[in-house]
């Protein structure tokens, strides 16, 4: 059984950082293509970044140069840090992670307000 498990969502300001983590169990990240989603209220989810097996890294325009993935494989994680955070940056993120199907962490929240 696949489970993806997210974790450091929280409250910041404007301009602070955060970093998301995605602990898998039942599937590897390693070969897998795996990242992170996130879904703002009344939005339809969006791709944030995603990295590829062969390591591979796909961004949104709206992230890129704020916001990194990376993989460990050794732990199975991957992780999102996301530096000057802007209030457009505030949703639900979730982990992803494609095998013989798509699966789905939770999700974690992000809100973004001074």
């Known amino acids: 059984q696949v489970r993806l498990v997210e974790s450091g969502g929280n409250l910041v300001q404007p301009g602070g950082s955060l970093r998301l983590s995605c602990a898998a169990s039942?599937?590897?990240?390693?070969?897998?293509?795996a990242g992170w989603y996130r879904q703002a209220p009344g939005k339809e989810r969006e791709l944030v970044a995603t990295?590829?097996?062969?390591?591979?890294?796909t961004s949104a325009v709206s992230v890129k140069g704020r916001f990194a993935i990376s993989r460990d494989k050794a732990k199975n994680t991957v992780d999102l840090q996301m530096n000057s955070l802007k209030p457009e940056d505030t949703a639900v993120y979730y982990c992803?992670?494609?095998?013989?199907?798509?699966?789905w962490g939770q999700g974690t929240q992000v809100t973004v307000s001074s």
């Open positions: 039942g599937i590897a990240f390693a070969f897998s293509t």
């Open positions: 990295i590829t097996s062969g390591g591979s890294i």
């Open positions: 992803y992670a494609r095998g013989s199907t798509a699966y």
